[in-house]
């Protein structure tokens, strides 16, 4: 809001006629805030509006990345699963064959004990053939 100045009166005849002047103006203090035309406002609008389709359109793809890192980790968890269960049968099948073999050399064992003659001959790593006499060859 503008400030008037007092009507100024100057007196020079002294004859109580006095001249009156409109109040003029006084000069505003510079404002702290400059003014901007409305095409700055426009523009600058724009370019955030650009903006943020530009980071709406990057989370979409970072979106889409995640799902699709999501549905591989979901089916690497499940291959994870399938493996560890086949190793699982796999690791029971070779015990079971383990136990099986091994009391079926028990068996031999107690076999070549039991029959009183001489047996076909074994020979244990580490040791030296030995020449054993009296044997048919197979």
């Known amino acids: 809001m503008s ?19 409109p109040p003029t103006p006084l000069p505003s203090p510079p404002s702290a805030v400059p003014e901007v035309s409305l095409w700055t406002v426009v523009a600058a609008v724009q370019a955030v509006e650009r903006k943020v389709e530009s980071q709406a359109l990057r989370l979409l793809s970072l979106e889409g990345r ?10 690497l968890e499940k291959a994870v699963l399938d493996f560890g269960s086949r190793l699982e049968r796999r ?13 079926r050399l028990d068996h031999v064992e107690r076999q070549l004990q039991h029959r009183g003659g001489p047996g076909p001959a074994m020979v244990l790593a580490g040791d030296e053939p030995k020449v054993m006499t009296g044997m048919s060859p197979w």
Request: glycine fraction near 16%; avoid cysteine; charged fraction near 20%.
């Open 91 to 103: 690791w029971a099948a070779l015990a079971t064959l383990l136990q099986e073999s091994s009391r």
């Open 66 to 75: 995640a799902e699709t890192a999501e549905q591989k980790v979901t089916g």
């Open 3 to 21: 400030r008037w100045a007092p009507a100024q009166v100057r007196g020079g005849d002294g004859g109580g006629g006095s001249l009156h002047l």
